[in-house]
């Protein structure tokens, strides 16, 4: 299976606190997009990285992707309550010209 | 600005009914895609389309489901006759363009249920 896999599959923190969520994938890609979803509700667009690109900011979001160990990361910083959500990495690999969605990583942020 | 659109909700119906989903994407994006989301098997891609014509197919994943878009602004996924597997929630969502250079924009899902 091409899907991506994340890490972990879920996390519980609370207020303030820092939040870190990897995405592996096996082969190259062109990029990757990272995406939330809260509880019964569509999937939301958070960033897009190139494959060219190492890092990207947005806000209290930061996203590393290195293409040499075929992978990523989202980390969320001084995280909140209303951060509490499924997080998902997509990726679209090389050759193909659809997003291929990993298998998310579930945050709970806690007051 | 109104985003991706999906009707109904909620559907719960008997096995062998025939059901219909639809979508009405964010006026101006040339994509549709419809995706099937399940506990077991995760978000999967079922097909896409550009200018209202279907480019991938390959994730329908039997002769039961048909989608269809007769204009840019509405599609519909018909599946028929339903199986209690079929049970999903099935998203739409639309894009200005395709190969993961656009973000896509989803609606908030069509929640089925076969009994």
């Known amino acids: 299976s091409q899907q991506g896999e994340e890490d972990p599959q879920a996390l519980s923190i609370q207020e303030g606190e820092n939040a870190t969520m990897n995405c592996s994938y096996k082969?190259?890609?062109?990029?990757l997009q990272w995406y939330r979803q809260n509880s019964g509700r569509g999937l939301v667009h958070l960033i897009l990285?190139?494959?060219?690109?190492r890092e990207k900011h947005s806000g209290r979001l930061r996203v590393t992707l290195d293409t040499s160990k075929k992978s990523s990361s989202l980390l969320i910083t001084a995280s909140r309550a209303a951060d509490t959500a499924s997080y998902f990495c997509?990726?679209?690999?090389?050759?193909?010209?659809?997003?291929?969605f990993g298998t998310g990583t579930r945050l709970l942020v806690s007051p | 600005d109104a985003g991706v659109i999906q009707s109904p909700r909620h559907e719960v119906t008997e096995m062998g009914q025939e059901v219909t989903l639809r979508c009405k994407p964010i006026?101006?994006?040339?994509?549709l895609f419809w995706y099937r989301q399940t506990m077991m098997r995760g978000l999967e891609l079922l097909i896409y389309?550009?200018?209202?014509?279907?480019?991938?197919d390959s994730g329908m994943p039997e002769d039961r489901f048909s989608a269809k878009m007769p204009n840019a602004s509405f599609s519909t996924l018909k599946i028929q006759p339903s199986e209690p597997r079929d049970s999903a929630v099935y998203f739409c969502?639309?894009?200005?363009?395709?190969?993961?250079?656009?973000?896509?924009?989803f609606g908030d899902g069509t929640r089925l249920s076969i009994l």
């Open positions: 969502a639309s894009s200005p363009g395709t190969g993961g250079n656009q973000p896509q924009h």
């Open positions: 082969t190259s890609i062109n990029n």
């Open positions: 990285i190139r494959s060219n690109e």
């Open positions: 997509a990726t679209v690999f090389t050759g193909f010209q659809k997003l291929v």
């Open positions: 006026s101006g994006h040339d994509y």
């Open positions: 389309f550009n200018n209202n014509v279907p480019i991938d």
